[in-house]
């Protein structure tokens, strides 16, 4: 005797009607998806809300350590790759939805409702604020925050080295003396006098040196450009 196949649909429907009543099937899913929007909506509000809180409820046991970092290394790497570490309020780009279902994710295991958030990013990527006038975090406590999600591309293999002559005043000292070395170098024998000696390259030297410090003096105060170690975690503009 032949054994009837099985009809994977007709199994479905038959586990269907044992978990959940079929004359209100529809409003369950409907009130499913209802909930659904509802959180999306929420978590969307806590992004894009200046919080105090500075702790979450974790489920420690759940946590991945791989993803936990203190505020420390954070300010490190924003120092080095010229980054900003601010609100997520302030981020002026579009969350991916998967950022949103990292969230939800996370929200739904630990069993609580996250706020606080913190994202790095770039300069431009924030909504920055006068003076005058991806990488997505929530915290923990103490100083530590928890990587939610990261998305977009991933920087400039060398943005570390040409963000280094930004990162203070003595370094970006070295960068006037090293472009004005070059502009020196440049200048044709004998522009300036009849032969070159050392006399002559050192006063070219301090000319070149002076003219490529006013323009960064210039371009600093003008711009309201500052040192990485200053703006790593400043919400101004010219800060």
Request: charged share 25%; proline share 3%.
């Amino acid at each position: 005797m032949l054994l009837p196949r099985t009809n994977i649909e007709k199994k479905l429907n038959q586990l269907r009607a044992k978990e959940f009543d079929s004359f209100t099937w529809k409003d369950q899913i409907d009130h499913i998806f209802v909930k659904e929007a509802l959180h999306e909506d929420q978590i969307l509000k806590n992004l894009n809300v200046k919080s105090e809180i500075i702790q979450n409820s974790f489920d420690f046991d759940q946590l991945e350590t791989e993803k936990i970092y203190h505020l420390e290394q954070i300010k490190k790497i924003c120092i080095d790759y010229r980054l900003r570490f601010l609100d997520s309020k302030y981020f002026k780009g579009k969350l991916p939805k998967e950022a949103i279902y990292a969230v939800k994710t996370i929200e739904k295991k630990h069993q609580t409702e996250l706020k606080g958030f913190k994202i790095i990013a770039p300069s431009k990527l924030f909504k920055l604020e006068n003076a005058d006038d991806p990488l997505l975090f929530a915290p923990i406590g103490n100083d530590y925050f928890y990587l939610i999600h990261k998305w977009g591309n991933d920087l400039h293999p060398l943005r570390k080295i040409m963000m280094w002559f930004f990162k203070s005043f003595e370094n970006l000292l070295i960068l006037t003396f090293l472009v004005s070395l070059l502009l020196t170098f440049m200048v044709p024998d004998g522009l300036f006098s009849k032969g070159t000696n050392v006399s002559t390259f050192v006063m070219v030297f301090l000319f070149m040196f002076k003219s490529v410090a006013a323009i960064v003096l210039f371009y600093g105060f003008a711009l309201g450009k500052n040192f990485n170690t200053a703006i790593w975690n400043s919400k101004y503009f010219n800060a």
